[in-house]
């Protein structure tokens, strides 16, 4: 099929900000009702069919279901920008945010010029919900150069410097807290280290045999102790024999 009559057949759903929490997207879709004249052709064709069941459950919140399809629809027509682009969104809508931004990021050099505004767009919310608020800006930046009036582009780029800003913050201080843990580490390690040191150099101590100096100062102490007791010893001696009284005998007057 005529790849210019697939990318006349599709149609750009309205999109939210992402300040509410909400992740923005354009979800394209082929429309029987566009081109009357070409439904039965469509109809007939199995990339088509698989795009729009895709399409519909996208709608209804199965976006896993939806993705499957898409790349069932890709399969089909891999030169498909508007599949591929869809298959992009139900990807960020399923939690595969990397998948998506890659899928986003091939696309680019490949889809219509009219196509690229919501590309820089959608990758800087996929971006955005990986927390890559730097690579987010970035490509918000781009969707505004390409389109500058888009209010959400402009919106959804100074939200991301904001927690880009944030996030640096947050960064530096979780580096500084890091930095005292390993310090504090440091200091608890070098001081175990210390305290085991002095631990087992008393027990060397303890087990080494008293060196001969200190054996000669052991038997002057002990020396000099008996030598006090002594002295102790005799002084009692001496004491007693001061206070000990005289014995009377008995003498007869004849």
């Excluded at 087992?200 to 000099?224: T, Y």
Aim: charged letters at 35%; proline letters at 4%; glycine letters at 4%.
């Amino acid at each position: 099929m005529n790849t210019e009559k697939w990318n006349t057949f599709l149609y750009l759903k309205g999109r939210t900000g992402i300040s509410g929490n909400m992740v923005a997207l354009f979800t394209m879709a082929f429309s029987l009702i566009a081109m009357p004249a070409f439904a039965q052709f469509h109809l007939a064709d199995p990339g088509y069919i698989h795009n729009h069941k895709a399409n519909e459950l996208f709608d209804s919140g199965k976006y896993k279901a939806a993705l499957q399809e898409y790349i069932q629809a890709l399969s089909l027509r891999d030169n498909s920008p508007q599949v591929k682009y869809n298959m992009g969104n139900a990807f960020v809508k399923s939690g595969r945010v990397e998948d998506a931004v890659k899928t986003y990021k091939d696309l680019l050099s490949k889809a219509p010029k009219e196509l690229q505004p919501r590309l820089y767009y959608n990758t800087g919310n996929a971006l955005y919900q990986a927390k890559k608020y730097k690579d987010a800006a970035e490509f918000y930046r781009k969707a505004l150069l390409a389109d500058p009036g888009d209010r959400w582009a402009k919106e959804n780029y100074e939200m991301s410097l904001k927690k880009m800003k944030l996030q640096k913050q947050k960064q530096k201080q979780k580096k500084q807290q890091d930095n005292k843990k390993k310090d504090d580490k440091k200091k608890s390690q070098k001081q175990n280290k210390a305290d085991a040191q002095k631990k087992n150099d008393q027990k060397k101590q303890q087990k080494q045999p008293p060196s001969e100096q200190q054996q000669k100062k052991e038997r002057a102490r002990r020396m000099l102790k008996a030598l006090r007791e002594q002295e102790k010893q005799d002084r009692k001696k001496n004491a007693k024999r001061k206070t000990a009284r005289p014995v009377e005998r008995n003498v007869k007057d004849w």
